[in-house]
C-alpha cells in the first residue's frame, strides 16, 4: 500500500446529543482500495459517525479530509458530490417504482422536457454486469428480495459517481447465500478501485473481508489493528471491554410435557401457494426447539399463525391441550405465550412511546397497571424502572422514547417485557437479529434460563450458529414443512444447510418427496 494521502481521514470528530457524548474525539484513516471495518457493540457510536460524513450530522468539533483536503460536509449532496455514498441499513427505495427509477431517483436524465428512461436503464444494466450485481433494471423494487434491493442501494451510490461506499450493517436481514455474495460483489468493488467502510459487529464477516479495522466502546476509539495481526476473541474483548463466551454454557434439558402442538397446518396465499404445508411440530416444557431453514420457507407465515397475526386455512395449533387456533392475538397472548417478534420495529415496539410504556403494551389493561379505568403511570413507570434495572436496558431514562434507544437496548426491552409475563411458551423470532456479541450473549442466557425454569421456548433463526449452540433440538423447514428433526450435538453445518435446501436426512441426501 502507498504512502498516498487516505481517500478520507477523519481528525477528532466529536458528536454530542443532549445527555450523550455519541463520538468522543474519533479520527480515522481510510486509504484507497482498502475494505475498513468499524466494529462496535449496538450504541457504540458508529452509525452516528457514518452519518457525520455523509453529512447527515455535522460535528460539534474535529473536521474530516479528502485526499488530504479539509471539506466540509454539510448535506448529503454535497456526499455525493465528493464521491462518498452510503448503502444505508434500512433501504430507502420506493417499493412500486422500478429498479431504474429508484436509481435515478433526483437525477434523472432527460431528453428534452422528458425524461430518458432507456439510456438510464442502459447505464443501470452496464453498472450491474461490471460490478456482478445481476440486477434487473426493469423489475419493481416490491417484486425483488431483500438482498436483490440492496444491490439496488449499491448501484444508486455507483450511478451517482461514489468511489467510497459506506455500508451499514449489510448483512443483517441477508440469508448466508446473500451474505457470500455480498462479500464477492464488495471484493469485485475494491478490485476496482473504490474504498469502503464497514460498519459491522459480526466478527466472522470482518475475519472474511476486511483489511483494516477501528474498533469503537462507548463513543471513543479504542485501537486500530491490520486484521491479520489480531482475532476474533481479542476484537470482541475490545468491542466489549470484558471476556466474551462464543459457546453458550447450558446443562442438558429434561423435557416434559408437551405445551405447544402445532398439527398438519396449512395456510395460502394471495396466489393460492401453500406457504405452510401440512406443518407438524411439538415443544415440551424445559426445552429449546429451534427451527432452521433459509428466509422464506414459511417462517414468518407460522410465526403469524402462532401469534393470531394471521388465520391459517386449516390445521390445529393447541398450548396445554387447548385449541387456540385463528384466536385474536390478545387471547393467544393471555393463554401463556410470549413473543419477541422478528422485525422490532414493526411489530415489537411503538417507537413513538416512551421506554415506559412500551414495557406494559401487552399488560396495561391488567388491574396493576389501571386506577379507576384509566392508566395508572405510577405503577406504570414503577415497573419500567425496575425491569430498565434487571435486564441493563441503557436509556438515559425510562421516559425517553423508544426510537432513542440503540437496536440492542431495544431488543432487551422486550426480552424484558416478554419474559415478565412469566409465560408457558417463549416464541423467540430471530432473536438476536443486529445485535452485537455482548448482546447476543445475554439474550441466549434469558432464553435458557426460561428453558430451565421449565418453560418450552421456540427459536425461529437464520443464523445456524444460534441454532446450533442455543436449541435442544433442531426441527428443519423447507416450502412450508418440516422436512427433518435432529439433535445438535449429532449434526454439522454442512448437514443442516443441505436438509435446509430440501434435502431428507434419512435419504442420503435425496429430495424431499413427501415427509411423513
Partial sequence: MSVENPVVELVGITKRFPGIVANDSISLKLRKGEIHALLGENGAGKSTLMNVVFGLYQPDEGHIEMDGKKVLIDSPNKAIELGIGMVHQHFKLVQPFTVTENIVLGMEPKKGIKIDYR??????????????????????????????????EIVKTLYRGADVLIFDEPTAVLTPQEIIKLMEIMKQLVSEGKSIILITHKLKE???????????????????????????????????????????????????????QVHDLSYK?????????????????????????????????????????????????????????????????????????????????????TVSENMVLDTYFYPQFTKNGMLDYKAIDKN???????????????????????????????????????????????PTRGLDVGAIEFVHKQLIEQRDQGKAVLLISFELDEILNVSD????????????EVLPQETT????????????????????GSTD
Fill in 493 to 512: 453445518d454442512q448437514e443442516l444447510g443441505l436438509m435446509m435446501a430440501g434435502s431428507r436426512r434419512s435419504e442420503g441426501g435425496e429430495t424431499v
Fill in 206 to 260: 470482518i475475519m472474511t473481508i476486511a483489511d483494516t479495522v477501528t474498533i469503537i466502546r462507548r463513543g471513543k476509539v479504542i485501537d486500530s489493528v491490520k486484521k491479520l495481526e489480531t482475532n476474533p476473541q481479542e476484537l470482541a474483548e475490545k468491542m466489549v471491554g470484558r471476556h466474551v463466551s462464543f459457546r453458550t454454557e447450558k446443562k442438558p434439558p429434561s423435557p416434559k410435557h408437551t405445551v405447544l
Fill in 384 to 430: 419500567a424502572e425496575k425491569l430498565v434495572k434487571q435486564y441493563d436496558v441503557r436509556t438515559p431514562s425510562i421516559y425517553n422514547e423508544a426510537r432513542s434507544l440503540s437496536g440492542g437496548n431495544q431488543q432487551k426491552a422486550i426480552i424484558a417485557r416478554e419474559i415478565e409475563r412469566n409465560p408457558d411458551l417463549v416464541i423467540a423470532a430471530q
Fill in 119 to 152: 439510456t438510464a436503464a442502459e447505464k443501470v444494466r452496464k453498472l450491474s454486469e461490471q460490478y456482478g450485481l445481476d440486477i434487473d433494471p426493469h423489475a419493481k423494487i416490491e417484486d425483488i428480495s431483500v438482498g436483490m434491493q440492496q444491490r439496488v
Fill in 269 to 353: 396465499n394471495h396466489q393460492g401457494v401453500n406457504v405452510l404445508n401440512g406443518l407438524s411440530f411439538e415443544v415440551k416444557a424445559g426445552e429449546i426447539l429451534g427451527i432452521a431453514g433459509v428466509d422464506g420457507n414459511g417462517q414468518s407465515q407460522l410465526i403469524e399463525a402462532l401469534t393470531g397475526l394471521r388465520k391459517v386455512n386449516s390445521g390445529e395449533i393447541s398450548l396445554n391441550g387447548k385449541n387456540i387456533t385463528n384466536r385474536t392475538p390478545r387471547h393467544i397472548s393471555e393463554s401463556g405465550i410470549s413473543h419477541i417478534p422478528e422485525d422490532r420495529h414493526k411489530h415489537g415496539l411503538v417507537l413513538d412511546f
Fill in 473 to 484: 433440538r433442531i426441527a428443519v423447514i423447507y416450502e412450508g414443512k418440516i422436512v427433518g
